[in-house]
């Protein structure tokens, strides 16, 4: 058994910040990702962010990673990173099981932050299944980390920033998108974003959807249907498109596993994306030590989850006895910027989704 | 295929790491994971699912989805989306939940 004074899962932007602000306040910290890349899915956004100078905004997402990967390294005494490292099981006595080089280690940990992310979500439709239907992520993934193309034809599933972002970023790496198909009546990202699709000829068809890949071994194309108002098929308006590649952009679900294995209270709040652990004001969960921060608590922008990272790293260090010189300042200023993230149109549904997922109380 | 331009990133050319696929050679590159030297060689059926023995390629490229996984040098199971490809691999397709010979 390794002790752990503070582990975290997770190397992304929540886990990163988490880890830098823990670390100020003393802590000793074991930082864990599964990927062989530290960041997180900062490492595929090519795209300038929104938001403040504060969240790094107006900079490409993996710039931002390496930023926060560069914050870590004053630190490199007391922050342990494992890559490659998988974190398979939590048990309630306060022990992960991690799988890594070949063999599981067990870790007891005094606190823990739970960084983990979230998981692409699915579409039913026939042979969605087969080879080349892929999440959006993973096409982001594929060519903007590792340069590979997922193919020369593309059709777009979803019409949410990352349906309307990876649409952009597949043109910009050499790929055709021979349309960008969703459900509803009108688009569901920022007009922004699709505004720049329109002016590159994407055919971008509303009130559709896709009722069927086709191809043996690897997709060959599409069949597309038109919505009525109740979303179902209407009859006699499927077409066919060619492509070797769809893509599925229908947003994401936070991983709530770990924390379900530790017992902690883990409610289904749709605005947040799915299953998510019930957080106190400080981020902890209904287990006492245990944090989360990140689209693991709720599907939210990278911006809000570096502010997130930032909170539940300076909550799980006074946890553990260490008060940052600077706590009531850094947690007021989180406060602050996280209101302003959620603040607006664009932020009533995690706000509602929120208050469904906090406790008052600590309950354990 | 691999993307030669770009208007942000550069790929520059790495060095080429060999492996095998199938019993066949293939070459990827250094700091591709197995699944990304896979497609760069147009392959993107990965596995085959247990019951109905359908094709399957990676649906989600960070670990998560289990659609990837194959048998890397006879161990199954192995998530290539987020294991880097190292030279000399023996990569071949799984079928079903593979076994552990």
Known sequence: MIEKELVIVGAGPAGLCAARIAAEAGCRVLLIDRSPLLGGQLIKQTHKFFGSEQQRAKTRGFRIAEALVADLKPFGDTVEIW???????????????????????????????????????????????????????????????????????????????????????????????????????????????????????????????????????????????????????????????????????????????????LGAEIPYVGELGGMVPLLDENRQTTVSGVFAAGDASGVEEASSAMVGGRLAGLHAARFLGHLHPDHTAIDTECRAQLSSLRGGPFGAKIRAGLKKAEVKVHAR | MRIEQHPILDFPERKPIAFTFEGGPMLGREGDTIAAALHANGISALSESSELHRPRGFYCAIGNCSSCHMVVDGIPNVKTCITPLREGMAVTRQAGKGAYR
């Open chain 1, 83 to 261: 890559q490659e490292a998988t974190v398979v099981g939590a048990y309630p006595d306060s022990v992960l099981t991690v799988w890594t080089n070949g063999e599981y280690r067990k870790i007891h940990f005094q606190s823990l932050i739970l960084a983990v992310g979230a998981g692409e979500r699915s579409l039913a439709f026939e042979n969605n299944d087969l080879p080349g239907v892929y999440g959006a992520g993973a096409v982001q993934t594929l060519m903007n980390v590792y340069g590979v193309l997922p193919g020369k034809e593309v059709v777009m599933i979803g019409s949410g920033n990352i349906g309307l972002i990876v649409c952009y970023q597949l043109i910009q790496a050499g790929a055709v998108v021979k349309a960008l198909v969703e459900a509803a009546p009108k688009i569901g990202g920022y007009k922004v974003h699709a505004s720049k699709l329109r002016r590159l000829g994407v055919p971008i068809l509303t009130r559709t959807t896709v009722v069927r890949a086709l191809g043996d071994s690897a997709v060959k194309g599409v069949v597309l249907s038109g919505l009525d108002e109740n979303w179902n098929p209407i009859p006699g308006t499927e077409s066919e498109i060619a492509c070797d590649a769809v893509c599925v952009a229908v947003g994401l679900s936070p991983l709530y596993q770990l924390a379900w294995m």
